[in-house]
């Protein structure tokens, strides 16, 4: 059994998709990687065979007809056989040093018959166009280098959430969860980082900076206006997230904080996208979204409606949508999270 299943989602990769595999063969033969070419129209497809034939103990080829990415994220999830599972874009990559010692982590964990559900280390957002780099860490909310339980868990600030790139799970633990990804859809990596933590119990932190998330690919899906112009998919994953977990009934109050928190933070980037945007018919789907969330989950909607994200985004008028703009664009002058 493999340690360490990666999955590295493919569509139209040929540019790009060798580097990331690259820093995942660093590794060597605890890895298992999963490149799912999920319906190319270019060589990805014949890359992937060619690297899985040189490589044929790490890397095996899945080739399938389009499902996007969270139906190539189910697919890896599917055929993964590693004992802990990752998902990798194929334009990001990881640490080569980093990926050493989280391995060795891992790998001293199961020799010593200690599992745990969610190992977390940081990642860096590289943003290309500008060459800025930011590190999230998670020193502040999170016990170092030791098996924790949420109870151990300290609050998050704002920018801290536990996004995908940060996130390595057990493997058995994501398929107990009942995660779902809707095929076709973008931002599917929101569910994939919400809803398994509603069945997490043991966690570990290794502080090192593992995962380089790349930002400046044109066209990419975090961009501003591709995520304005997939805005129904962005409010579609909203509503699933908080139909896919009770988070009502998460007994530990730390958990149900974290993953509320998480809920806060997309709900947020949702109404603010539809804010920007500046269209009636937006700022109606906003109304909406609110709308939904109070009348289909009231006790969350009491949290996130007067939370400090839900009272901004709901200031009423022209001057509160002035107001929510100018915030968003600093923030993002600061932290440059698209």
Known sequence: MKLLSVAVP?????????????????????????IVNDGSKDKTGEIADKLAEKYPDIIKAIHQENAG??????????????????????????????????????RDLTK??????????????????????????????????KIFTWNDVGKFHKWENLLMHAM???????RKSGLDLPKHTFYVD???C??????????????????????????????????????DQQILVNKLMMEQIDLEHIQNPRQQRTILQYHDMITAVTSILLTVSGTP???????????YIRENHPWEYKKLRYSLFGVFMNLPGFVGRKLQVIFYRI????????
């Open 168 to 174: 390595i799970y057990r493997t058995e633990v994501l």
């Open 281 to 291: 018919e937006n700022l109606n789907k906003k109304r909406e979204l609110w709308n």
């Open 69 to 106: 990415h969270g139906g190539a994220v189910m697919t890896g999830l599917k055929n993964a056989s590693g004992i802990y599972f990752r998902v990798v874009d194929s334009d990001d990559w990881l640490d080569t040093d980093a990926l050493a010692q989280v391995l060795r982590r891992l």
């Open 331 to 338: 923030a993002n002058r600061i932290f440059s999270f698209n």
């Open 190 to 192: 929101n569910l994939y």
């Open 10 to 34: 493919c569509y139209n990769s040929q540019d790009y998709m060798e580097h990331c595999i690259e820093t995942l063969l660093s590794g060597g033969d605890d890895m298992e990687i999963l």
């Open 194 to 231: 919400s809803v398994p933590l509603g069945v997490v119990e043991k966690l570990y932190y290794l502080n090192v900076d593992l995962y380089h998330y790349y930002i400046g690919r044109e066209g990419q899906s975090v961009q501003e206006q591709v995520m304005i112009k997939r805005i």
């Open 112 to 145: 010593s018959g200690e599992y745990v559900d969610l190992f977390i280390s940081n990642y860096i957002y590289d943003k290309t166009d500008s060459g800025r780099k930011r590190v999230i860490k998670y020193k502040s909310a999170l016990p170092e280098d």
